[in-house]
């Protein structure tokens, strides 16, 4: 049904994908004395169509990541996993969280309090406590979201009153060109906020790794690691409404 839909052979490449995917987090794992069942496999399904992303699923992935809101919106119904599979990772205005606040089961993307408000705000009229990740610019790059190193602190005591939110982490995108040099400072913050014991601030996820360096981040204390193009392959021409 699906071969016949779509292309057959990107439907075989991605069901490779995910076996090589996980064995290399297993090797990653071992090499750094891990569980590899301590590490979540991510799915990231930017403007891939539903169609692939559930062979994904079929293949044993038990997480999205989605980075726009309206695409999540569009696509949501045609997943064979739903909000307590699904996180929302990108940058997130404040005027799309109502969209999104019942079809995800975390917000990896909050960089400020005026965000984590709305989240709040959200989660409160669904009688939800939304689980969040605090994004650490670590790099300092201009062209990326997240909270300024030297700001974290004091935005966790802002979020630590908020009562419909759970901060549950970090998450980071560092530069590409010295990722290993980051991950070690996204592991030190980590460490250190750990063990400062803040209320509502549990450091029980550290999000970082994409397709490029996954294997890297689990060495540096990575437990949820996002996967796009190396599951699904380049972004180059369109299906529906979606590039792929």
Known sequence: MMENQFDSQRVEQI???VTRIKANIAQAAQKAERSPQDIQLMAVTKTVPPEYVNVAIQEGVTLLGENRAQELMEKYDAYQLKADHIHFIGHLQRNKVKYIIDKVSMIHSVDSLELAKEIDKQAKKH???MPVLVEVNIGRQETKSGVDPNLLEPLLDGLSSLGNISV?????????????KYFAKMQRLYIDIKAQNRDNIFMNFLSMGMSADYMLAIQYGANIVRVGSAMFGARSYQIGGFQK
């Open 168 to 180: 549950q982490g970090l998450m980071a995108i560092p530069p590409a060109q010295e990722s290993e």
């Open 15 to 17: 069901r490779a994908n």
């Open 127 to 129: 009688q939800l406590i």
